[in-house]
């Protein structure tokens, strides 16, 4: 399986370390790319024809909306399947996997952030402040449908690219 990390110069070091340490512990061939995510996606299938692509989009995110578990790619890009096999889980669902699992995580969520984009618009969700000038861990959040709290809005623009990203397309993460 090809793992694909599209790397930006405004993504957190956390996120940068937390890919490369999980790809050498799960002996992953970590493919980088340095380029937006449409040119990427592009040149990565005419390179090597891909049928799937395995994303981690849950419902309550800006590119879900219409999709299901199997999702043709939009039509103004290039042909593959989307596979969101995590579609259908909560944001507490999650959390109770990656904790009951014993599942490793970047350790920005134990920062107080509980959705992480570019260092220029993220910050910890402020309903996580502990009171001692910290913040709680992401999994303490009470309400899921809050997750986004610390990420800044664009005014105006619905279904605007976040981080660069077309919010109808894959993530950084993505698994071919």
């Known amino acids: 399986m090809r793992t694909i990390y599209f790397e ?23 493919e980088t790319i340095r380029t937006d995510y449409k040119s990427g996606i592009e040149a990565l299938l005419k390179e090597k024809p891909t049928k799937a692509i395995f994303l981690g989009t849950r419902n309550g995110d800006p590119n879900a909306v219409g999709q299901q578990q199997f999702s043709p790619s ?21 959390w109770s996997f990656l904790l009951t699992c014993k599942v490793k995580y970047c350790s920005l969520y134990d920062q107080g952030y509980t959705s992480i984009g570019s260092i220029h618009s993220t910050v910890p969700n402020e309903l996580l402040r502990d009171g001692s000038g910290g913040y709680k861990p992401a999994y303490k959040l009470s309400d899921g ?24 397309e894959p993530g950084q993460r993505s698994r071919l």
Do not use: C, H, Q
Not at 75 to 88: A, K, S, Y
Not at 156 to 166: E, H, I, L, T, W
């Open 74 to 94: 939009s039509p103004d890009w290039p042909p593959f399947m989307r596979v969101n096999p995590i579609l259908d889980w909560s944001y507490s669902d999650v």
């Open 145 to 168: 449908g809050l997750e986004r709290a610390g990420r800044a809005k664009k005014a105006g623009k619905k279904n605007a690219p976040v981080n660069g990203r077309n919010n109808n």
């Open 8 to 30: 930006d110069p405004n993504t957190f070091p956390e996120i940068d370390w937390f890919t490369y340490e999980t790809a050498a512990t799960y002996g992953l061939p970590l």
